[in-house]
């Protein structure tokens, strides 16, 4: 048996009881085949679930009979929410578009101070308020029922019940959408909530996981900033040829070197490897001062290959070209982050020989 064949039954049973209570809703004539007191539900009721708040949202139709006797079916929206013992519930019903007969439209908030969440509780027989396990007080109430301002009559002069008329006996003790939610929609509904609270759970976690390791990284880049590459080649006090490519070897620094080996024990790059450095060099100009040369980037896998770093020295001037004089370098980290600059290290650059001093030496011979 389906849920809304269940309800139907169910609501015949209530239907069947308003002859012999009249206070009841259904004794004003309201067909009320599921969600009381409108019709069967189109939607079954959806839940949201949060740690801080629960959410409900259905849809359904209404329908009441008009002044003329002929019934009259009207779609509505009901939500609700629950959340610190307090449960509200809103039913909007749209009013009607100009080609279609006039049906009572409006809003009806409900605001209940509730031991529990009345969706989530199970509870007696929906059509016996008196049979109720759990009751909720009406903290406010704020109706919007434009159509209501006009009492309406049926043919033989007898008013016809408004919309707030039959609300008002059905929410009196918690939220109407709440009143004949089968035990399965409920189940299902708890379910719901155990999922959702464990996945916001599971998203809190990976949150504060996240949030430490970027405190840990904001921590660590003071401590990076503090560290600089090692300079292997070229060694202080070197010499070179000008216009000849001048090897140039960096290594990490020792705390950031790879940590990860093979079993030939050749080091494993990791996503913390440094990928990328920064080479400056500076040369000594006719005054003996320092002067700025060219700042160039330089990719871990040349740097730390055996041959080193070959673009500077031999290149296209004035940047990759060396010329004769006193020379510095120092280097820098630049990916994946940014460390200190190193120490300089100083190197001379001479003049490359020519031709005739690389020619043997020509014996004379006296006559």
């Not at 500077?312 to 004035?318: D, E, Q, R």
Request: hydrophobic share 40%.
């Amino acid at each position: 048996m389906t849920i809304h064949r269940a309800r139907y039954l169910a609501f015949g049973l209530g239907l069947a009881m308003t002859v012999l209570v009249p206070g009841h809703a259904f004794s004003f004539g309201f067909n009320g085949v599921g969600s009381a007191p409108c019709s069967s539900a189109t939607q079954q009721m959806v839940g949201t679930f949060s740690s801080t708040k629960a959410q409900y949202v259905s849809t359904g139709t209404c329908t009441t009979p008009g002044s003329l006797g002929a019934p009259r079916t009207f779609p509505y929206t009901v939500k609700g929410a629950y959340a610190n013992n307090i449960a509200e519930e809103l039913i909007e019903i749209a009013a009607a578009p100009i080609s279609q007969p006039s049906h009572p439209y409006g809003t009806w908030r409900t605001t209940y101070s509730c031991p529990s969440d009345p969706w989530l509780t199970m509870d007696g027989p929906p059509f016996n308020p008196e049979s109720l396990r759990m009751k909720c007080q009406i903290v406010s109430r704020m109706d919007n029922s434009p159509s209501e301002a006009y009492p309406r009559k049926y043919q033989d002069g007898k008013p016809l019940p408004t919309l707030s008329d039959l609300f008002n006996v059905w929410r009196a003790y918690k939220p109407m959408s709440a009143w004949v939610l089968m035990p399965a929609e409920r189940t299902a509904l708890a379910a719901k909530r155990d999922a959702d609270l464990k996945a916001e759970a599971v998203a809190l976690a990976k949150a504060q996981a996240e949030k430490r390791l970027r405190s840990a990284t904001q921590t660590l880049a003071p401590y990076r900033m503090s560290l600089s590459p090692i300079i292997t080649a070229p060694i202080a006090g070197q010499r070179f040829f000008s216009q000849s490519p001048i090897s140039i070897k960096l290594a990490p620094p020792q705390p950031w070197a790879d940590t990860e080996v093979r079993l030939d024990g050749t080091p494993v790059k990791t996503a913390k490897s440094v990928t990328g450095y920064m080479v400056r060099l500076e040369r000594k100009d006719a005054n003996g001062n320092w002067v700025p040369h060219a700042t160039l980037p330089v990719g871990a896998a040349q740097a730390e290959s055996a041959t080193g770093y070959t673009g500077f020295g031999a290149g296209a001037p004035p940047a990759f070209l060396s010329i004769p004089g006193a020379w510095r370098l120092s280097a820098q980290v630049t990916t994946p982050q940014q460390s200190g600059w190193s120490d300089w290290v100083e190197f001379g650059v001479m003049a490359a020989p020519t031709s005739k001093l690389l020619q043997p030496a020509v014996k004379s011979f006296a006559k």
